[in-house]
């Protein structure tokens, strides 16, 4: 119901206003006035919703009285009805807040002034408390402690909190209009590209982001996406709620590395160049020598030799690898790699009262993830499953691929359907209590008993499994021993590989090419100049960089390859390979080295035609790296 003050002395002209109002409304109320004393009484009650006055009135004009009710009524719309008023009188009054004036003889358009004052009321005061919740709401979010920031469907920034300018640098005013794919830094489409797919089915995206700030500076920050839909359902915009979990990943990897044995670490990173080099030359001279050997036994020795070489060479990298840990890049990963190499590790280690078992097949999903963080939880729980068999008894390892049902779901807490790879391992050991079970994801928390573990073991397996987005599982009955599995998000299945196992394929595919050969190993130099001729190369060697120099100087149009390693005594790999390339950069070079870190030097940067082969190789791997780089052309 409208209700309306009206002050007028006129009973004539309120009776007039009265009956043209109640007609178009009958259900309005009218509170006529007409003294001051009497207005400013009505002003005082409960609000009306429009103030209707008369110009002139014996002590109190429109003008004061318009004065009143802006005071005490400020948001009342007030009109005024006058006889005779002139033009700069009206503007004066509506410059002054009155939002109408009429003309008594225009007084029948009075109902339509009323609605359209109330209107407007309405819709200012609406706007006026949008405008105040905005406000508030922009205050709670610059309070709390994550970032927060709304991007349209085309990731043009709208709204930037101010945690968002802290975590990032850049102010709102330089973020708001952004596309925040440019702003944060390129490569992002892809999982932008993954975001948009997900938030397609799901409510939110979660993930983890290498971004770069305003400063430059690289962060890795947890995104986590809602859509935000428009009244009628339609997708609107993105909710991105930012957190920065940089120096939070810094002490994870390294409580992770404190776990490992350093002694591992700084023992192989020493020796690891040195042993690489001693098995190198012994890989390829088996390789050599079994296309001479016919007697059987012999070759039956031979062979014994390479698989021991191998084996070796695989965990001196394995060791170093785990010595060392990993960062947090997250690469594709074919399991069966890994789970062969925790299987080799557990042979030199474990008891030998304990006997290991495997189903490790081939077609393995592939995963992206952190090697080393993955090799770690699967060693913290075959170190578990070890404890649980003090007397002995078997471990085994096994992996499946597996699609997740909507039921199987259910009974794993925090799983989702979809493809998953699980990696699990049993024992037969002595078996875990159910009230212990409860307990045993828990930090400090040893299944082993007390004095035995650190009790941080499965927690940090559990928690290197929700980093790579995927669940843990444990299942035991007491006396009968126990498993504990991985579920890791599944990609396609791993590509299989074939390589030669002899010389053979490669004879006759060389064209007689000159080959330099540079390393201050005599075996290797040796080896890889054997394996050369035999397939038809023209090999020459020398055991250091200047003697090289010399050598390729005299000979600069007609050696079109050098082999070099990477850590020699006096003019070192890196800077002869730049004295090659100032003289012909036409020529290719191949770099050898058996140091642990040599494989992360950015090869891109010492031009075209340029190749990595960590020692220890076999004669294939050698052969085809050659070849590919032989048949390069000139810029690849």
Partial sequence: MTKLLHLEDSPEDAELVAHLLKVEAPEIQITLVSTRKDFLRELGQPN????????????LGA?????????????????????????????????????????????????????????????RLKHESDEELIHEQAELLDRIRDGIAVTDLAHTIVYWNVTAERILGWTAEEALGQNALKLFGRGLETSVRAMERYLESDEEWRGELSVTGKSGKVLLIELRVTMVHDLNGQPKSHLAIIEDITERKKLEEKFLRSQRLESFGLLATGIAHDLNNTLAPMLMASEILRTRVTEPADAKLLDLLAVSGERSAALVKQIVSFGKGGGREKVLIQTRHLLLNILNLMQETFPKSIRLENDIPTGLWTVQGNPEQLQQALVNFCINARDAMPDGGVLRLTARNHAV?????????????????????????????????????????????????????LSTARGIAVNHGGYVHASSEV??????????????????TSAPNSLAPFLGRSHGELVLVVDDEEGIRESVSVILRRTGYRPISTPGGIEALAQYAGRIQEVALVITDLDMPGLGGAAFANAVRHLNPATKILFISGAPDASGIPLASLGPGTGFLPKPFSSEALLLKVEQLLQLRPGQ
Avoid: M
């Fill in 48 to 59: 009306f919703d429009v103030i209707l006055s008369d110009y002139n009135l014996p002590g």
């Fill in 405 to 457: 049902t909507e039921n199987e779901a259910k009974a794993i807490r925090g799983c989702a359907p979809g493809r998953y790879l699980v990696l699990e391992v049993s024992d037969t050991g002595r078996g875990i209590p159910a009230y212990v079970l409860e307990h045993i994801w828990q930090a400090f928390y040893s299944p082993s008993g007390e004095g035995k573990g650190s009790g941080i073991g």
């Fill in 479 to 496: 006396g009968r021993g126990s498993t504990f599995g991985i579920y890791l998000p599944a990609g396609e299945a791993e590509p299989t």
């Fill in 63 to 123: 003008p004061e009285a318009l004065a009143l009710a802006r005071e005490k009524k400020p948001n009342t719309p007030f009109i005024v009805i006058s006889g005779t008023i002139g033009e700069d009188s009206a503007v004066q009054l509506i410059r002054q807040g009155a939002v109408d004036f009429l003309l008594k003889d225009r007084i029948q358009r009075l109902p339509v002034a009323i609605r359209r004052a109330i209107q407007d009321r309405d819709e």
